[in-house]
């Protein structure tokens, strides 16, 4: 870890080990090389029944993970999974035995990748639980628009008097006489209003939890 000298105000992370009544902050990949410690990656797997169909498995995974990439498998090996779905920015993946009906969900342990895991798994019980035919549900990698959901919560909000135009990086409303513009790059929101400012802010962080991957969510400012 010192290899770069810390600059202020940047934040230090290690392993803190005590050593001949010295306190020395390592990296965790140091460990092996300067104490006599090592560190280990565990890699979990949890497997449960699933006999519902594809469709519905991403559709459910899809509410709580946002993005996910779906694989199928071409192979006459029965060994193999029919489909890898890989979720949470890859951090777990779902191996689909579709003809023993089973599904594996696999991820290296971790506080963080635990917690997906659970939600995961509750997402595959909940599909198994609540059947819905195919054509009830709605295409799970066709992403929504996110800058006409906004323009559409912020119609509906505001009512049919506001003016709303979109222009190459900008939504900019006006609303009783009262001006705002929201910046698509940095979702930065300039006001004439304080009321209106924190009204539009409250709908920007609703909308980005709402439509936007789970491990990509940005604080709106």
Known sequence: MAMTAPGDGRILSGVLIRRNFNYHLMHADDLSAYTDLSNSILTQRESVFYSGT?????????????????????????????????????RIRVLVYYPQHVAIIEWTSNPVSDMFADATLAAILHAQTNPVPDKNLAKWNVKPNEVECLIKTLTELCGDKAVIGKTANAIELKVDGKEAKIDLDTMHISCTDQLLHHLISSVCQKMMNSLLPVCNLTVVK
Do not use: M, R, W, Y
């Not at 946002?66 to 029919?82: A, F, L, W």
């Open 54 to 90: 594809i469709a519905l498995l991403l559709h459910n995974l899809q509410q709580v993970a946002g993005d996910v990439n779906c694989d199928e498998i071409d192979s006459k090996d029965t060994s193999d999974p029919t489909h890898i779905i890989k979720l949470f920015d890859e």
